[in-house]
T-cell receptor
Framework: EAGVAQSPRYKIIEKRQSVAFWCNPI?????LYWYQQILGQGPKLLIQ????????DSQLPKDRFSAERLKGVDSTLKIQPAKLEDSAVYLC????????????FGPGTRLTVT | SQQGEEDPQALSIQEGENATMNCSYK?????LQWYRQNSGRGLVHLIL?????REKHSGRLRVTLDTSKKSSSLLITASRAADTASYFC???????????FGQGTRLTINP
């Protein structure tokens, strides 16, 4: 079975620019997660979707970050405007259901903000 | 906020030795999971232990869970160079539909 796909793999932008990341979860997985992983730390959940509804976005900096999951499949995460501290790896994951079960991760997008 | 705290933060051992990593957490959980992350890659699920289980095995992996102490350990036996990676514990919080990851242990296996 195909895994979680993410693009781009790498992105370098200047501060105050905008950037978007794309994620395609495993087919049939209802739950999709976006994580931010700063170098040397564990992943931090930014937003969790169940189908196309938001379950948890308590740690999403809503003044600059937005995410959507149209039609309950693909998802995009946007940052506008970017700050230096947004430099991190953005990981997308999916699971069959959202009940604390096993999550399948994509390769991530490494964002560098200069 | 990170719930799980891994110990040690970094571990370096010789190939063939056993590696033990520990994880402590703060709140009640449904399960605890361990993930591996190779440099520059996404996380890979290794093993899940439910809150009513005390020990679980998968190949060279052995996980224990002590809910009274709110702690877990991951043992990798007969380590190999390919085991070099970062290992994260993730807790399935009771009453929430999400995982909370710890800071990770960086494991280096020296040939």
């Amino acid at each position: 079975e195909a895994g979680v796909a993410q693009s781009p793999r790498y992105k370098i932008i200047e501060k105050r620019q905008s950037v978007a990341f794309w994620c395609n979860p495993i087919s049939g997985h209802a739950t999709l997660y976006w994580y931010q992983q700063i170098l040397g730390q564990g992943p931090k959940l930014l937003i969790q979707f169940q189908n196309n509804g938001v379950v948890d976005d308590s740690q999403l900096p809503k003044d600059r970050f937005s995410a959507e999951r149209l039609k309950g499949v693909d998802s995009t995460l946007k940052i506008q405007p970017a700050k230096l501290e947004d430099s991190a790896v953005y990981l997308c994951a999916s699971s069959f259901s959202g009940s604390n079960g096993e999550q399948y991760f994509g390769p991530g997008t490494r964002l560098t903000v200069t | 906020s990170q719930q799980g705290e891994e110990d040690p933060q970094a571990l370096s051992i010789q190939e063939g030795e056993n590696a033990t990593m520990n994880c402590s957490y703060k709140t009640s959980i449904n399960n605890l999971q361990w993930y591996r992350q190779n440099s520059g890659r996404g996380l890979v699920h290794l093993i899940l232990i439910r809150s009513n289980e005390r020990e679980k095995h998968s190949g060279r992996l052995r996980v224990t869970l002590d809910t009274s102490k709110k702690s877990s350990s991951l043992l990798i036996t007969a380590s190999r160079a390919a085991d070099t990676a970062s290992y994260f514990c993730a807790t399935g919080i009771q009453g929430a539909q999400k995982l909370v990851f710890g800071q990770g242990t960086r494991l280096t296996i020296n040939p």
